[in-house]
């Protein structure tokens, strides 16, 4: 069974600072994607970033950068010099094709607060 | 270029009402998805639909069904409603399937009373 675990409910941050929300996940297929997505107070899911179990190279989007170790499970979000506008649910998601081309299965996500 | 829309982005329904969600995917995008979204079991999948077909179904009960249309509009629709069917629906659109992105749209939060 697919399974994806974001183990911190909630993170704060200083603004400019860089934070890390922690991802782990869990399937058996050979073949999977990994995506991140930020939800504002408004609700809607903003797509950030997407990570493919064969990509050589860690995903990288403006100020957002995935830090995906393969053998370990993990891929962390981190995102670079924190924005007031920055805080949000993010959710982590992953793709396994055994369960459905665009079936994600998602994380319980991590509430991040950005201080000034 | 439009984003994903759903209609309406509100809604209040009484136990046993039924209701019809709409979802207009990304010019261009065949693939449409609908999530669940409750405070207490999360973001959940329910089905995936991909010219005009059904390509996945979730674990939800048969009182929750979809179709979409030529132009890849999607709806989905919930019967008899409990007040455990109260939640932000989402749907999410993506030019194929296994595409690398998937584009929600601001959801549709029903409320059962």
């Known amino acids: 069974a697919q399974k994806i675990t974001q183990t911190q409910p909630g993170m704060f941050v200083q603004e400019k600072e860089a934070v890390t929300l922690d991802c782990t996940y869990d399937?058996?297929?050979?073949?999977?994607?990994l995506f991140w997505y930020k939800q504002p107070s408004s609700g809607e899911m903003i797509f950030l970033i997407y990570q493919g179990s064969y990509d050589q190279q860690n995903a990288t989007e403006g100020r957002y950068s995935l830090n995906f170790q393969k053998a370990r499970k993990s891929a962390n979000l981190v995102i670079s010099a924190s924005q007031l506008g920055d805080s949000a649910m993010y959710f982590c998601?992953?793709?396994?094709?055994?369960?459905?081309?665009?079936?994600?299965?998602f994380g319980a996500g991590t509430r991040l607060a950005v201080h000034p | 270029k439009a984003g994903v829309t759903q209609t309406p982005r509100y809604l209040i329904k009484t136990r046993g009402q039924q209701v019809t969600l709409s979802c207009s995917p990304i010019s261009g995008h065949r693939s449409v998805s609908w999530y669940q979204q409750t405070p207490g079991q999360g973001l959940q999948f329910l089905f995936e639909y991909f010219s005009e077909t059904q390509r996945n179904k979730g674990n939800f009960p048969g009182r929750f069904s979809g179709r979409q249309f030529s132009n890849s509009r999607s709806e989905m629709n919930v019967s008899t409603l409990e007040l455990g069917d109260s939640a932000l629906y989402l749907c999410?659109?993506?030019?194929?399937?296994?595409?690398?992105?998937?584009?929600f749209g601001p959801g549709t939060r029903l409320t059962v009373t």
């Open positions: 999410a659109s993506s030019f194929r399937q296994g595409a690398d992105e998937q584009y």
């Open positions: 399937t058996s297929d050979p073949s999977y994607g």
């Open positions: 998601a992953m793709r396994g094709f055994s369960g459905g081309y665009n079936k994600l299965i």
